[in-house]
């Protein structure tokens, strides 16, 4: 009865323009472009990215749609009903720790990625450490570096999760360190905490919860049960948005029921993402700090008013 399509995106290929190229019907992307909302995982295709359609044979009809988000993680959108519902495919990751050592050699950039280590392990070894070694002044020929990082893997796959575990720089017989405890955040060998605390209002005022977080909301637009996996405050448009934390903006994107939003990877355990916005001030990749000014609040996408929708993954 149905056929499976495997598809492989390429570079410049939207959502739209597969469906139309496969003759789906744009009111089927639409209905999943909406079950997507709470989730987000179709907003942002990736050249590489492996689609799975499954199509019913007779009248060409989509029965449901995977996302391959990385080896461990495959996203369903399956017909239901007149709509479509969100599935998650997890599978156990093996996690392996891998240690690096090395000396300075030039900047601490430098000498990191040439011993093996990623950006990523970088910038955070960077971050945690800044308020006691300036990387640029203090550092000396010779100072040495260890550091360990766990990797995630699936049958031998990287999911492209890496996590600092330990880093410990030493310079000049003095030892800077950063470790990552149980509770998801890091602290220093006297057990100082490294990642200050979020801040626990995207704004410089409070402003009044208009919808908390609610794993079966009926959406006040559509009248059908969704997620909602924020808090809405309701505000002004052009309200100043704050980062809650340190971190790097890992998504600038506009979505037809989201708006324009942005995604924050937290150096420690969380991640934070804010829908609606009328303006955005940061640029995908850059590094933003707590209390940093990123966007304007607004009122873009489906909504019903102007409000800003906070999300906080761990
Ligand atoms: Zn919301």
């Given at each position: 009865r149905f056929r499976d399509q495997r598809y492989t995106v390429v570079e410049g290929?939207?959502?739209?323009?597969?469906?139309?190229?496969?003759?789906?019907?744009?009111n089927e992307l639409y209905e999943i472009i909406e079950a997507d909302e709470p989730y987000l995982e179709l907003d942002v295709l990736q050249p590489?990215?492996?689609?799975?359609?499954?199509?019913?044979?007779?009248?060409?009809?989509?029965e449901a749609l995977s996302r391959i988000v990385d080896p461990s993680k495959t996203?369903?959108?399956?017909?239901?009903?007149?709509?479509?519902?969100?599935?998650?495919?997890?599978?156990?990751?093996d996690k392996i720790a891998e240690v690096t050592r090395g000396q300075i050699d030039g900047s601490f950039y430098v000498s990191a990625s040439s011993s093996g280590l990623t950006d990523n392990g970088v910038m955070t070894i960077t971050q945690l450490l800044k308020s006691s070694l300036n990387f640029r002044r203090d550092l000396r020929a010779g100072d040495h570096f260890q550091v360990i990082m766990e990797r995630e893997t699936v049958e031998?796959?990287?999911?492209?999760?890496?996590?600092?575990?330990?880093?410990?720089?030493?310079?000049?017989?003095?030892?800077?360190?950063?470790?990552?405890?149980?509770?998801?955040s890091y602290y220093n060998a006297q057990g100082e905490s490294l990642v200050p605390a979020l801040l626990?209002?995207?704004?410089?005022?409070?402003y009044r919860i208009s919808s908390h977080f609610n794993p079966r909301r009926v959406h006040p637009v559509t009248g059908r049960v969704k997620p909602h996996n924020g808090v809405d405050f309701a505000m002004p448009t052009g309200t100043p948005i704050l980062s809650t934390g340190h971190g790097r903006v890992t998504r600038v994107a506009s979505h037809r029921y989201a708006g324009k939003y942005i995604d924050i990877d937290e150096f420690g355990p969380y991640s934070t993402r804010f829908l609606h916005l009328s303006k955005i001030l940061v640029k995908k990749g850059q590094q933003v700090e707590r209390g940093q000014v990123i966007a304007l609040s607004g009122n873009t996408g489906r909504s019903t008013g102007p409000h800003l929708h906070y999300e906080l993954h761990i």
């Open positions: 290929d939207t959502l739209e323009a597969i469906f139309k190229r496969k003759q789906l019907s744009i590489g990215d492996q689609l799975i359609f499954r199509i019913e044979r007779e009248d060409n009809r989509l996203v369903t959108y399956q017909y239901n009903n007149d709509d479509f519902i969100y599935q998650e495919e997890l599978t156990p990751t031998g796959k990287t999911i492209g999760k890496d996590r600092l575990l330990a880093a410990r720089v030493l310079s000049r017989g003095k030892e800077f360190g950063a470790y990552l405890h149980s509770d998801g626990r209002y995207p704004t410089k005022k409070k």
